[in-house]
């Protein structure tokens, strides 16, 4: 790995990380969220709805390669054909049950962010790279997302000071909402999934989502730098498996 050239995104890193995913979600919460205005927090949502996308075929994956746990059938009944979004105005009726992916796209109908080519291009390139990523990474990579990577990176998406909009507010409270599902003590979604383990194999998934997201808004990489040199070697347990 150290003859690759990477791209880092400066940031104070935790040194003590077991993992490089840390880093890269350090690197991630790290970006220059507070400079976004409204219209690219818009293109952020764009990215994260590709991002939804394929935390949702992860999801299944997971399920597939372990279809008596029962925390993961929780976990998916928390995050699709759910109505805990329910109700939003112009988004969700009353009720209405949906994956979570689902009402970011309807999100993104209130914003020409939602119609860009180009964004959308990058979504479906990021979309085809990770969904040829190994099954046991992609099943694994649910329990960085949800037992805390996921609520560190949508804090850090709220730092982004311009939420004006119908579409900016629906994202925001779907936001805030994610955080308050991850992180619910004791009920929470990090505590259905952490029984998975996790190593580097799931790096690829972090890394990928990092540079949709610098793509979709090229501000959030102001201070990225290239460098030769990855944080430290990525770091591989055997197998792969729910413990």
Request: contains cysteine; neutral net charge; charged residues 25%.
């Amino acid at each position: 790995m150290s003859r690759t050239t990477v791209v880092s995104f400066r940031s104070q890193a935790n040194t003590s990380a077991r993992f490089v995913f840390h880093a890269v979600i350090d690197s991630i919460c790290d970006m220059a969220w507070d400079h976004l205005d409204s219209d690219e927090v818009m293109r952020v949502g764009a990215a994260y709805y590709f991002f939804s996308v394929q935390f949702r075929e992860s999801l299944e994956v997971a399920r597939e390669r372990h279809p008596d746990d029962a925390k993961l059938a929780e976990l998916w009944d928390g995050e699709c054909e759910t109505a805990n979004l329910s109700p939003w105005p112009g988004i969700a009726a009353v009720g209405e049950r949906m994956n979570h992916d689902e009402f970011m796209r309807r999100v993104l109908e209130l914003h020409p962010a939602g119609r860009d080519r180009r964004l959308a291009a990058a979504g479906l390139a990021y979309l085809r790279k990770t969904r040829a990523i190994d099954p046991a990474a992609r099943a694994a990579s649910i329990a960085s997302y949800e037992d805390g990577g996921l609520s560190r990176v949508f804090g850090a998406m709220l730092r982004a000071p311009h939420w004006y909009g119908s579409g900016q507010r629906a994202f925001r409270f779907f936001l805030e909402e994610h955080i308050r599902f991850d992180s619910d003590d004791g009920a929470g979604h990090g505590q259905l999934s952490r029984h998975i383990a996790v190593d580097d194999r799931i790096l690829p998934l972090w890394t990928a989502f990092r540079d949709l997201l610098a793509t979709a808004a090229p501000k959030l990489a102001m201070i990225a730098a290239v460098t030769r040199r990855a944080p430290r070697a990525p770091v591989f347990m055997r197998p792969l498996r729910a413990v």
